[in-house]
């Protein structure tokens, strides 16, 4: 304030001022109980996630517990069953015989494509295989069974999806 004022005018600007801050504080106080409201809202919905997350996760625990215990037995005897099996990875048609090998166990119904069936031949005789499979190559040879009617298209490919299959019902 400048000291040319008079007292009237210097008591009429501190009634302004005074006025601005009352209404700024009871604006304040206003968005403090709203802001309130919502943090007690967020603290129990906070709340709710922790204790739903914390059961999930130790029935998940749980469930993982009685499956490490099934899994490696499959695999083991998977894994013995297969490795006498001989494998062919050269010449002519071998990974149409792999792929022959990997759809014969399947039952009519059972979908799939020829990344998964690469996937089993890999686990069944990869470290038999002396080259990779191409998959192009595993996705054409399954291409022409199903235009010759040796599997059924369930779903044909697109660019982000690939091409499903199935063995032919027996009739």
Same mark, same amino acid.
Request: overall charge positive; proline content about 3%; hydrophobic content about 40%.
């Given at each position: 304030?400048?000291?040319?004022?008079?007292?009237?005018?210097?008591?009429?600007?501190?009634?302004?001022?005074?006025?601005?801050?009352?209404?700024?504080?009871?604006?304040?106080?206003?968005?403090?109980?709203?802001?309130?409201?919502?943090?007690?809202?967020?603290?129990?919905?906070?709340?709710?996630?922790? $204790?739903?997350?914390?059961?999930?996760?130790?029935?998940?625990?749980?469930?993982?517990?009685?499956?490490?215990?099934?899994?490696?037995?499959?695999?083991?005897?998977?894994?013995?069953?297969?490795?006498?099996?001989?494998?062919?990875?050269?010449?002519?048609?071998? +990974?149409?015989?792999?792929?022959?090998?990997?759809?014969?166990?399947?039952?009519?119904?059972?979908?799939?494509?020829?990344?998964?069936?690469?996937?089993? +031949?890999? $686990?069944?005789?990869?470290?038999?295989?002396?080259?990779? +499979?191409?998959?192009?190559?595993?996705?054409?040879?399954?291409?022409?069974?199903?235009?010759?009617?040796? +599997?059924?298209?369930?779903?044909?490919?697109?660019?982000?999806?690939?091409?499903?299959?199935?063995?032919?019902?027996?009739?």
């Amino acid at each position: 304030m400048s000291s040319n004022m008079s007292v009237a005018e210097m008591l009429a600007h501190l009634q302004k001022k005074i006025a601005y801050h009352k209404e700024q504080q009871d604006a304040y106080a206003k968005q403090e109980a709203l802001f309130a409201e919502k943090r007690a809202l967020h603290e129990a919905e906070h709340r709710k996630a922790v $204790e739903r997350f914390e059961a999930l996760s130790a029935a998940s625990s749980a469930a993982g517990e009685l499956l490490a215990d099934v899994k490696p037995a499959a695999s083991r005897f998977a894994s013995e069953r297969f490795a006498s099996e001989k494998v062919a990875s050269g010449g002519w048609h071998w +990974i149409a015989k792999l792929l022959e090998r990997a759809i014969e166990p399947k039952e009519p119904g059972e979908v799939f494509g020829a990344k998964a069936l690469i996937g089993e +031949i890999q $686990e069944r005789w990869g470290s038999k295989l002396r080259h990779e +499979i191409d998959l192009r190559s595993a996705q054409g040879t399954l291409r022409r069974w199903a235009m010759a009617g040796r +599997i059924d298209v369930v779903r044909p490919g697109t660019s982000h999806h690939e091409t499903l299959y199935t063995k032919p019902r027996k009739n």
